[in-house]
């Protein structure tokens, strides 16, 4: 079986019998090994506990029944793991080993999934191109002198490079789909509530969720049936009915209406991106859709709203890094034998523990929240923010999803803009306003640059309408082959 072989491929191949598990996992772990001393995908291999779990797999005593039976998954590293090290690619948090699973993580295992180790991230998911974390950059397997895209970028480089058919990410304001599009994967961001929180790691609460990143639609619809529904342990987890997925999935696009907001991606896009985009759009037309011109008229406030209820949320989240309770705590200035008072204590801590990013953006949301700003900031973004879902209320009103570009250029050269953080948030243009407005959106391959990047194509749907955004996409999919592309390793 290809290392490229879908999760589709594996699950049949083991329900049926035609593979084994442990095989699977075997190769999945022997492909780790060649590669990611190259990639950097991943913080934490577990190879002792994913072969148990394969051979507990094998050992099913009905394993065709197990959705997911034997497929491998990496986890992004802000996901808990009872056992197994959970850093958020943070120093402050490099040897911490968390009590419990991540519900997402129970679910896949219960499933028949194989865990086969925690994925290098942005430092607590804090950036759009993974070189904040404290473990160095993961590589786009496409071009290894350039970024995958952040902040899930070595979940989206273990799918891209064969390492694993299926892994998790965490989306605040493109975390999945900008490292998708990047890598040339589908990255599916669920609405808000869909899918359990209980054991990710908060960076912003209010916009934080979990999906997966997949080599097809269709994957991704077999991974969200699993993921998806109500969790008494996530006060936020919606209490929603979840249709079949892949029962959507019918490869027609007659009669879908998509929106396209002209004004809003005319503008600082990347030549290559916007011929592919628009040659997207052509697929579309070509297969029975309808495009709609739409206009978000907030949309363009959306990175400087993003960045101020994000920061505060980041700020509140982030507090309870004290040095105290657990994770890292820095040695007293005065050296053994000696002991900082409290406050001196925290601050070392602090300063030693977090990145030049997180700490940025802590300071920054502090400052928002802050006696005398909160009104004239914090207060009003959140209004603005309403404005921004309002403005897709309205949309969906004539349209069944919205297509975007994904990001606005392709993979960037790792360093190129690490002195330049403004250029870096323009990065997520297109993708925050799902967040923002708690929808539900996709990025799947639409094209490649001249010297082979891979390009994505952003839909994003109604709110819990999960089925029609799948089935919009797999639509676009089948009547293209960006989506078997490979890079050579």
């Given at each position: 079986?290809?290392?490229?072989a879908t999760?589709?491929?594996?699950r049949d ?5 035609a593979?084994s598990a ?8 022997a492909?780790i ?12 291999v ?16 009905n394993?065709?029944?197990?959705p997911?039976?034997g ?8 996901l808990?793991?009872l ?5 958020a ?11 419990y699973d991540?519900?997402t993580v ?7 999934a ?9 430092e607590f ?9 404290a ?19 070595g979940?989206?480089?273990a799918?891209?490079a064969?390492?694993?058919?299926l ?5 605040t ?6 490292p ?10 669920p609405?808000?509530?869909?899918v ?8 912003a ?7 997966p990143?997949?080599?097809?639609v ?14 008494p342990?996530?006060?936020?987890s919606?209490?929603e009915?979840?249709?079949d ?10 009669g ?8 809003l ?5 990347d ?7 628009n ?6 037309r070509?297969a029975g859709?309808t495009?709609?011109?739409?206009e978000l008229?907030?949309?363009s ?24 309770r657990?994770?890292f705590r ?22 030693l ?5 997180v700490?940025r953006?802590?300071?920054l949301g ?6 005398g700003?909160y009104?004239?900031?914090?207060l009003?973004?959140q ?6 879902r309002?403005d897709y ?5 004539q349209v ?5 570009p ?14 330049d ?13 799902a967040n ?5 959106a996709?990025?799947?391959p ?10 994505g ?6 709110m819990f ?14 009547q293209?082959?960006w ?5 050579t390793?």
């Amino acid at each position: 079986m290809s290392q490229f072989a879908t999760l589709r491929d594996i699950r049949d191949a083991v329900q049926s019998g035609a593979r084994s598990a442990v095989d699977v996992c075997t190769e999945a772990l022997a492909r780790i090994e060649a590669h990611d001393g190259t990639l950097n995908a991943f913080n934490t291999v577990t190879r002792d506990q994913a072969l148990a779990q394969a051979a507990a797999v094998d050992a099913h005593p009905n394993r065709a029944s197990l959705p997911l039976a034997g497929v491998p998954v990496a986890l992004k590293d802000n996901l808990c793991t009872l056992g197994v090290r959970t850093t958020a690619s943070s120093k402050i948090l490099e040897h911490f080993v968390p009590p419990y699973d991540a519900t997402t993580v129970a679910k896949l295992v219960a499933a028949g999934a194989v865990a086969v180790g925690k994925t290098n991230c942005d430092e607590f998911a804090m950036g759009s191109s993974n070189e904040n974390s404290a473990f160095g950059p993961a590589r786009n397997p496409w071009a290894t002198d350039r970024i995958p895209g952040g902040s899930s970028g070595g979940s989206a480089v273990a799918v891209a490079a064969g390492m694993t058919p299926l892994s998790l990410g965490s989306d605040t304001g493109g975390s999945i789909r900008q490292p998708a599009a990047l890598c040339g994967l589908v990255g599916l961001k669920p609405t808000y509530g869909r899918v359990s929180r209980y054991g990710l790691l908060a960076f912003a609460s209010s916009l934080d969720q979990i999906g997966p990143f997949t080599r097809t639609v269709e994957d991704a619809a077999l991974a969200l049936q699993v993921l998806a529904g109500h969790d008494p342990a996530d006060a936020t987890s919606a209490p929603e009915p979840v249709p079949d997925y892949a029962a959507a999935l019918t490869g027609h696009a007659k009669g879908l209406r998509i929106g396209v907001p002209r004004a809003l991606v005319s503008d600082g896009v990347d030549a290559a991106v916007s011929k592919a985009f628009n040659e997207a759009l052509d697929a579309y037309r070509e297969a029975g859709a309808t495009l709609v011109d739409i206009e978000l008229p907030y949309a363009s406030a959306a990175i400087p709203v993003y960045y101020l209820v994000a920061t505060a949320e980041a700020s509140s989240n982030l507090a309870r890094y004290d040095g105290v309770r657990y994770g890292f705590r820095a040695p007293a200035e005065g050296g053994p034998g000696t002991q900082d008072d409290l406050r001196a204590m925290y601050g070392r801590s602090r300063e030693l523990g977090f990145g030049h990013e997180v700490k940025r953006r802590i300071m920054l949301g502090t400052y928002v929240l802050s006696a005398g700003y909160y009104d004239a900031y914090y207060l009003k973004a959140q209004r603005v923010r309403t404005l921004i879902r309002r403005d897709y209320e309205h949309a969906f009103e004539q349209v069944d999803v919205v297509a975007m570009p994904t990001s606005p250029t392709p993979a960037f050269k790792i360093g190129e803009r690490t002195s330049d953080p403004l250029q870096m948030y323009l990065a997520d243009i297109f993708t925050v306003s799902a967040n923002l407005a708690g929808l539900p959106a996709i990025s799947l391959p639409c094209g490649f640059t001249a010297d082979s990047l891979p390009i994505g194509l952003q839909l994003t749907g109604r709110m819990f309408d999960e089925t029609t955004l799948l089935s919009a996409a797999h639509a676009y999919e089948r009547q293209t082959a960006w989506w078997k592309a490979q890079p050579t390793l």
